[in-house]
């Protein structure tokens, strides 16, 4: 086991950090079991995880505004006193409304509380409030409605935290909660971040940190805590990401000892580019290599080859006597790289195998015997391959296609199904070098950075929605000339939207636009079957036209689509639109892109320009990254990385700093065996629960 996960003794030094992480979170006043298992559904389970479930945002109560200056719209807080009589009234449903006037002794606001029989009890005329709420403005005035309010003589927080919460539970009662677990935060506190480090990069003590975090006194402290948590929660990701590379560097590989590249070179029906070529010779160099296993990422554009680079890959392995998996996160893909690969091989002595969920049990017992047996070399298949059922002869090289769709864990459970085998891994999801070392830092990377020839350049054009009826016309004629389409609307999160603006969409255009057509649907509420089957009805020539969202962004190569119409364009990433149009132009024929969007906001007309100027997926990438920030690369959804608490990747400037810190702490300790780091080692066990039995 590498030594970040090693354990080490703890040294008695009183109460610290991890200390607090091994304190039920019971053992607060006023949580018991039930409020107990509240705080458990936000992954609250200790003292240490609730000092470290920072706010989500922050009241500012630390400056109050003059009613002369609300305009209404914004959120604020006010300082003033009753100035007339509340007044009750009584309104349907058994509810009633307390309205009230309050000045600052220069104007006067109006506030409303509705079911609340306790106010008139609560609010003093004698007594100065401060008022917090959104305000509202009409021909009568300013109002505010329901505001929170404090006597103005109480000591309180500048900021006030707001946590996310679960049913049950208020921010009442996180915020008491905190307020008792921060009293036992020692005077000093064990800080994972040594002070040679902190001093060098001018970041506040882990105990400043912590307070200022849930109760900051003032902008100036707020900003400080968030940025020195911003930086060690990056610093962890760092360290824990790089250790899988460390990990990697102790492990022997199943290495080959001959290079039969050449030999797979002519079973290829095509000469291929300067770009594959690179790496193909990485990956085989890796797997010469005799020392660690390979740990590598093919990053190409859509078409760009990546699937002959693994096949070569496979192909080494399988000539030295091993065998190889071949993973894709759906069956509809598993089963085009197996036919794929069955074409390739057809005249060799290569034995494939196929193994996916919707096989029969009959069926995947053979296929699983014969992979025991070592009677298969390849095989190709989907999360099966991953189960405890699944076992190999002699497994040499693991293969993972798409490999946003698999986190950690997924990778790591594919490699325990031999003795150290290679890992490659392909992404058609082009990212910034930037960000590629802080996903992928554990691997090696290798770019395809070429297009191969003869593939069209897919023609793409920006309309606005006066234009659609033109649109359907074009889509029509594809149509009729034998080819197929695509229209997407976008994506809508968190409610049933998203299948009712599919599904209406498809209904009106079967009904009226495409009435003489086969059109289907596919949307993120289907279940996983249905989706297959509609890609396969599609792919096999049942539909003409397919309604889709982005669920088709990553989906089985369909020759015949030619043209694709994507809604509401400028609600896509730069990046996402990229790999949607990736859908079409797969085959011989002239493709086409058509984004319709009215929006007309200068960012938005630049960022769709750009689609309209290239099909470089890398430059794509890179304008993506400076006009919409690095969020459309980075998330556990996405990516398989641990959960975050603060960072959010936005800041760029943070990211750095981050990674020089572990630059220097890898300098002193390559393996973090220092004492001096014994914090950071707990914080990445943390960070990487999950994945962590997967790399022990």
């Given amino acids: 086991m590498s030594a970040f996960f090693r354990t080490y003794p703890r040294q008695k030094r009183g109460v610290t950090m991890p200390s607090l992480f091994e304190r039920s979170i019971t053992e607060l006043k006023g949580v018991g079991a039930v409020r107990g298992e509240l705080f458990r559904k936000l992954g609250i389970d200790s003292i240490g995880a609730l000092l470290y479930y920072f706010p989500r945002s922050y009241e500012d109560w630390s400056r109050p505004q003059p009613i002369s200056a609300l305009s209404g719209g914004e959120t604020c807080c006010v300082r003033a006193k009753l100035s007339a009589t509340m007044r009750e009234s009584r309104l349907s449903g058994n509810r009633y409304m307390v309205r009230a006037e309050v000045s600052d002794g220069a104007d006067a606001m109006r506030i409303v509380f509705f079911n609340n029989k306790y106010i008139t009890s609560m609010l003093k005329y004698d007594t100065e409030y401060l008022f917090y709420g959104r305000v509202t403005k009409d021909f009568s005035g300013v109002q505010m409605v329901s505001p929170e309010f404090l006597p103005a003589d109480r000591t309180v927080s500048a900021f006030r935290a707001i946590y996310g919460l679960t049913a049950g539970l208020s921010n009442k009662a996180v915020q008491k909660a905190v307020e008792q677990a921060l009293t036992l935060l020692p005077s000093q506190v064990s800080d994972p971040i040594p002070e040679d480090i902190r001093e060098k990069y001018n970041l506040c003590g882990l105990r400043d940190a912590i307070v200022n975090i849930h109760t900051p006194q003032s902008p100036q402290a707020l900003k400080r805590a968030q940025h020195r948590l911003t930086v060690e929660e990056l610093l962890?990701?760092?360290?824990?990401?790089?250790?899988?590379?460390?990990?990697?560097?102790?492990?022997?590989?199943?290495?080959?000892?001959?290079?039969?590249?050449?030999?797979?070179?002519?079973?290829?029906?095509?000469?291929?580019?300067?770009?594959?070529?690179?790496?193909?010779?990485?990956?085989?160099?890796?797997?010469?290599?005799?020392?660690?296993?390979?740990?590598?990422?093919?990053?190409?554009?859509?078409?760009?080859?990546?699937?002959?680079?693994?096949?070569?890959?496979?192909?080494?392995?399988?000539?030295?006597?091993?065998?190889?998996?071949?993973?894709?996160?759906?069956?509809?893909?598993?089963?085009?790289?197996?036919?794929?690969?069955?074409?390739?091989?057809?005249?060799?002595?290569?034995?494939?195998?196929?193994?996916?969920?919707?096989?029969?049990?009959?069926?995947?017992?053979?296929?699983?015997?014969?992979?025991?047996?070592?009677?298969?070399?390849?095989?190709?298949?989907?999360?099966?391959?991953?189960?405890?059922?699944?076992?190999?002869?002699?497994?040499?090289?693991?293969?993972?296609?798409?490999?946003?769709?698999?986190?950690?864990?997924?990778?790591?459970?594919?490699?325990?199904?031999?003795?150290?085998?290679?890992?490659?891994?392909?992404?058609?999801?082009?990212?910034?070098?930037?960000?590629?070392?802080?996903?992928?830092?554990?691997?090696?990377?290798?770019?395809?950075?070429?297009?191969?020839?003869?593939?069209?350049?897919?023609?793409?054009?920006?309309?606005?929605?006066?234009?659609?009826?033109?649109?359907?016309?074009?889509?029509?004629?594809?149509?009729?000339?034998?080819?197929?389409?695509?229209?997407?609307?976008?994506?809508?999160?968190?409610?049933?939207?998203?299948?009712?603006?599919?599904?209406?969409?498809?209904?009106?255009?079967?009904?009226?636009?495409?009435?003489?057509?086969?059109?289907?649907?596919?949307?993120?509420?289907?279940?996983?079957?249905?989706?297959?089957?509609?890609?396969?009805?599609?792919a096999q020539g049942t539909l003409d036209l397919l309604v889709a969202t982005t669920v088709i962004e990553v989906g089985v190569d369909v020759s015949a689509a030619t043209v694709m119409m994507i809604e509401n364009a400028e609600r896509f990433g730069l990046s996402q639109l990229h790999q949607l149009r990736g859908r079409v132009g797969r085959g011989d024929s002239k493709s086409y892109c058509i984004l319709v969007s009215d929006s007309i906001a200068e960012n938005t007309q630049r960022r769709l320009s750009v689609m309209c100027g290239t099909s470089d997926g890398f430059r794509i990438a890179d304008e993506d990254l400076k006009l919409r920030g690095p969020g459309d690369f980075f998330g556990e959804r996405q990516h398989g990385l641990p959960k975050l608490s603060i960072a959010d990747f936005s800041d760029m400037d943070t990211l750095r700093v981050s990674q020089d810190i572990a630059s220097d702490i890898l300098a002193d300790s390559p393996d973090l065996s220092s004492d001096k780091y014994r914090g950071l080692r707990a914080s990445i066990r943390r960070l990487f629960a999950d994945s962590a039995g997967q790399m022990n």
């Fill in 236 to 538: 962890v990701l760092n360290l824990g990401i790089l250790s899988l590379k460390h990990k990697n560097s102790e492990a022997r590989g199943t290495n080959i000892s001959q290079d039969f590249t050449e030999d797979f070179l002519s079973l290829l029906p095509f000469v291929p580019t300067g770009a594959q070529r690179r790496a193909m010779d990485d990956c085989t160099r890796d797997m010469l290599s005799g020392t660690s296993p390979m740990n590598r990422l093919v990053q190409g554009d859509v078409g760009s080859g990546k699937t002959a680079i693994a096949a070569c890959a496979c192909y080494n392995m399988v000539k030295n006597g091993r065998q190889a998996a071949f993973m894709a996160p759906t069956e509809i893909l598993a089963e085009q790289h197996f036919a794929t690969l069955s074409k390739l091989f057809a005249d060799t002595d290569v034995r494939l195998g196929l193994l996916t969920g919707s096989l029969t049990a009959s069926k995947k017992n053979q296929i699983r015997t014969q992979l025991e047996n070592g009677e298969i070399d390849i095989v190709v298949g989907t999360h099966a391959l991953i189960t405890e059922k699944t076992s190999f002869k002699s497994l040499g090289l693991a293969v993972t296609d798409e490999q946003h769709r698999f986190g950690v864990a997924q990778r790591s459970k594919l490699l325990s199904k031999g003795k150290d085998p290679h890992l490659l891994v392909m992404s058609a999801t082009p990212i910034p070098r930037t960000l590629a070392l802080i996903i992928y830092g554990d691997l090696d990377i290798s770019v395809v950075d070429e297009i191969p020839p003869g593939r069209q350049p897919i023609d793409t054009m920006l309309i606005s929605t006066d234009k659609r009826k033109r649109a359907y016309n074009f889509i029509r004629k594809e149509l009729d000339s034998g080819h197929k389409a695509y229209i997407v609307c976008p994506l809508v999160e968190e409610d049933d939207s998203e299948l009712m603006a599919a599904e209406e969409y498809a209904a009106e255009l079967m009904l009226r636009e495409f009435s003489d057509y086969a059109v289907g649907i596919i949307h993120g509420k289907m279940k996983y079957s249905e989706k297959e089957k509609t890609m396969r009805e599609f």
